[in-house]
């Protein structure tokens, strides 16, 4: 049944691979089930209602990618969307008077939906699809290894290996510290059993990070095992006749385009990184895989929870060996199960999963080496957009960057006509959006 379901021998995987990349996967992402109920309970939202929604929305999300799209990438509530959901657009629906400030959550859900039902319409027309396929190849390996950088550093702020400076912005942190100590414990675990080709590599590092923390007291056990889920109060809540004022259709738009560029870069970065393209660098069935980000976040909107994307963490599951939608659907039973049992997840510290953050980072580092360096109209580019995502902390800033200095740059150099119809529109887009906003 697994064989025909996800097509294993073809993926040259095996079922117990694709578990231990779930769980792997799922391991890497659980940080959501708390970070992200705390950003939008401070807009007022309840806590376990959005405990619910996250979980049932990354399980619908995720088993959708993996069935449908039969792609070993995880979906969940999309961090930074969340943080303008809780922290500016419902203070703004709250101040503008679209919404009673006690509901303005709800009005913010209806843009949600209304953002989700563009991203529905556009997978559909094969819209995304063609941005996917327009994407030059030296981008999308720079946006790959861009997100790289991306998310070690997120790894190292985790792990308390660097902090803020104000002078120098980033400098080093307090590497005596027992938890920096664990993250560099666990890293160079991870590392070295990779070194050894161990599949599971990531998870055994989380595991004995996990067990070390524990006496430190930099990990708690719970106090209990089993808690069972709170009927939703965010279930249908959304307001989307409070969605509609003029006033916030720059919101809509901003949910639209962060996402629609944030899984266009992850779904490229994550494909790049297991091998998944095709030998044109195009992403196979990509009409689905967008389609399930888009159908998970209008899904999340009625169950009460900000937009819903694919996670670059989905990294950690491919470096452990995740080839087909089984890992996606592992990981999607996982966050089910988290109704029951997520304060047993919460066990896990974050310099536990900071180590398989950076390892997978320089993980996906290993495709620059495609890029033509020599010809500096692809290698200014490409390195202008593995910077950027790294030092505007925006993968859709990156994206941006790419796509603009791809195209000017070819332009100078005489040879605008190897830039697709796409290219250049999106260029375009990018330049007036930020005009427009500033």
Known sequence: MLERLFRLSEHGTTARREVVAGLTTFVTVSYILVVHPQLLAAAGMP??????????????????????????????PGMGLNAYFSLVVVPLIAKSGYASPELAWRAALGCVFISGVLFVLLSVIKVREMIVDAVPIALKVAISAGIGLFIALIGFQQGGLIK??????????????????LTIGGLLLTAGLLAREVKSAMLWSMLVVTLAALPLGLAKLPAQIVALPQPSATFLALDIPGALHAGLANVIFAFFFVDLFDTLGTLI??????????????????????????????????????????????????????????????AALLFLLALLFAPVFKIVPRMATAPALIAVGALMMTGVRKIEWKDLS??????????????TFSIAEGIAFG?????????????????????????????ARHALLH
């Open 47 to 76: 806590f376990d209602a959005v405990l619910f929604a996250t979980c049932v929305s990354a399980a619908f999300g995720s088993a959708f990618m993996g069935l449908v799209a039969r792609y070993p990438i995880v979906l969940a």
């Open 164 to 181: 803020t400076h104000p002078a120098t912005m980033l400098t080093l942190g307090d590497i005596g510290s027992p938890q920096a100590l």
């Open 269 to 330: 970065g994550v494909a790049q990184q297991g091998g998944l393209l095709d030998d044109d660098g195009r992403l196979p069935r990509a009409t689905s895989a967008l389609l399930a980000d888009a159908l998970a976040t209008l899904f999340g909107s009625l169950v009460g929870t900000s937009t819903v994307t694919s996670y670059v963490e989905s990294a950690a599951g491919i470096a452990a060996g995740g080839r087909s939608g089984m890992t996606a659907v592992v």
């Open 378 to 391: 692809e290698g200014i580019p490409a390195f202008l957009t593995i910077a950027s995502m790294a030092f």
């Open 403 to 431: 796509f603009v200095t791809y195209a000017v740059v070819k332009l100078i150099a005489g040879r605008a006509r190897e830039v697709s119809v796409v290219g250049w529109v999106l260029a375009a887009v990018f330049v």
